[in-house]
């Protein structure tokens, strides 16, 4: 069934989770808060364009939006959750939107999301990420690629990436180049608005820039288990990352 290939794979697809009308009230809702001025709004390029938005979910806060909250507690996204972490007991953890701008918008290194969270003071590797495409996503403009079954790997010993406007910690080539000789190849998560996909907190996966004229825009709600909240840490992340 899929949470055995959720197991065994790091990641599953559901073609038209959201309808074309769910999708256009969120992408309302993407335009209205790419306006807003905040340490959750993240601009890269000379021309400022939105990379990342965050916090989308919660009631309060700059870039706080009802349409996400309810998107991220709708039943079908929480049951494939659940079902994903093999617990009913979830909490959001995380939300934002990628706002891959055409043409400027930058690449994400090959990198586990684990890695970070874990220096935030979550202890196991119990998450998992739900990621809603809110226009189509395709190898031309810069769609996510995962690495099969790579989860398996466990967290790996990770570099620190700043090469682009959101610096973060990214797999090491050399252990990329080992892990693709090893693992079945990358597979392109493309689709149309409102497809979704969740993939293991330690799945490696990556995207490229986006080469084409149309932005590529995905949010991501990120689940942990209420027994895996992070435990006090000294200098965590804000805690909308
Ligand atoms: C991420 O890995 O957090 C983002 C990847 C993407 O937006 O393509
Ligand atoms: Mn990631």
Same mark, same amino acid.
């Given at each position: 069934?899929?949470?055995?290939?959720?197991?065994?794979?790091?990641?599953?697809?559901?073609?038209?989770?959201?309808?074309?009308?769910?999708?256009?009230?969120?992408?309302?809702?993407?335009?209205?808060?790419?306006?807003?001025?905040?340490?959750?709004?993240?601009?890269?390029?000379?021309?400022?364009?939105?990379?990342?938005?965050?916090?989308?979910?919660?009631?309060?806060?700059?870039?706080?939006?009802?349409?996400?909250?309810?998107?991220?507690?709708?039943?079908?996204?929480?049951?494939?959750?659940?079902?994903?972490?093999?617990d009913?007991?979830?909490?959001? @953890?995380?939300? +934002?939107?990628?706002?891959k /701008?055409?043409?400027? &918008?930058? #690449?994400?290194?090959? =990198?586990?999301?684990?890695?970070?969270?874990?220096?935030?003071?979550?202890?196991?590797?119990?998450?998992?990420?739900?990621?809603?495409?809110?226009?189509?996503?395709?190898?031309?403009?810069?769609?996510?690629?995962v690495?099969?079954?790579?989860?398996?790997?466990?967290?790996?010993?990770?570099?620190?990436?700043?090469?682009?406007?959101?610096?973060?910690?990214?797999?090491?080539?050399?252990?990329?180049?080992?892990?693709?000789? @090893?693992?079945? +190849?990358?597979?392109?998560? /493309?689709?149309?608005? &409102?497809? #979704?996909?969740?993939? =293991?907190?330690?799945?490696?996966?990556?995207?490229?820039?986006?080469?084409?004229?149309?932005?590529?825009?995905?949010?991501?709600?990120?689940?942990?288990?209420?027994?895996?909240?992070?435990?006090?840490?000294?200098?965590?992340?804000p805690?909308?990352?």
């Amino acid at each position: 069934d899929q949470v055995a290939q959720y197991d065994e794979q790091g990641y599953l697809v559901f073609p038209d989770l959201f309808s074309s009308e769910e999708v256009d009230v969120l992408r309302s809702e993407v335009d209205r808060i790419s306006k807003v001025n905040s340490p959750m709004v993240v601009r890269e390029g000379k021309d400022s364009a939105v990379k990342i938005m965050f916090r989308l979910h919660e009631a309060d806060g700059d870039t706080a939006s009802p349409a996400f909250g309810a998107a991220c507690r709708t039943s079908r996204v929480l049951r494939i959750a659940q079902q994903c972490l093999h617990d009913d007991e979830i909490y959001m @953890h995380h939300c +934002k939107v990628n706002m891959k /701008a055409a043409i400027e &918008g930058s #690449a994400w290194p090959w =990198h586990q999301d684990f890695h970070s969270w874990h220096l935030d003071g979550i202890t196991k590797p119990n998450m998992t990420t739900m990621t809603v495409m809110l226009t189509e996503a395709s190898e031309f403009n810069g769609c996510m690629y995962v690495l099969p079954s790579s989860h398996k790997v466990g967290r790996t010993d990770p570099r620190w990436d700043d090469s682009t406007a959101y610096k973060l910690w990214a797999a090491r080539p050399h252990d990329m180049k080992r892990f693709m000789g @090893h693992f079945p +190849k990358p597979v392109a998560i /493309a689709g149309g608005p &409102g497809t #979704a996909a969740i993939f =293991h907190c330690n799945l490696l996966h990556a995207s490229g820039h986006n080469l084409s004229p149309d932005d590529r825009w995905q949010v991501f709600f990120s689940f942990n288990q209420c027994k895996n909240r992070p435990t006090e840490v000294e200098n965590p992340r804000p805690d909308y990352v």
